[in-house]
């Protein structure tokens, strides 16, 4: 078992800036890459951004690229997203996830086994 929380939602203005984190605690964290999931009010939950487990390798789904990026510290069983230039669309709920894998980060949801609970992310316009 793995177990993810989030932390660092918050109301910001556009243009300005939050980071997340996501701590776990558990199984061996360096066995997992690790994503950044959002759901939106009324849609689905889509893929944000994901780390290979020695963040030898990230992607990003192209709405936010150049502005979000996605770090983790091995060491203290971390994975961040600083999120930069918010819009109002990414209002939503980030939820962190952890899949078993030694390869690149995927981007379906059916990938990855342990989720945390979600932190609320407002952008006012």
């Known amino acids: 078992q793995v177990q993810l929380v989030e932390s660092g939602g918050g109301l910001v203005q556009a243009g300005g800036s939050l980071r997340l984190s996501c701590a776990a605690s ?3 964290f360096t066995r997992y890459a690790m994503a950044w999931f959002r759901q939106a009010p009324g849609k689905e939950r889509e893929f944000v951004a994901g780390i290979r487990w020695n963040a030898a390798s990230t992607s990003y789904t192209d709405s936010v690229k150049d502005r979000f990026t996605i ?11 600083q999120m930069n ?21 995927r ?10 609970q979600g932190t609320q992310v407002t952008v006012s316009s």
């Open 26 to 28: 558990g199984r061996t």
């Open 85 to 105: 230039s918010l819009k109002p669309e990414d209002t939503a709920v980030y939820y962190c996830a952890a899949d078993p894998t030694l390869g690149q980060p």
């Open 71 to 81: 770090s983790r510290d091995n060491a203290k069983n971390t994975v961040y997203l």
């Open 107 to 116: 981007n379906s949801e059916r990938e990855y086994d342990y989720w945390g």
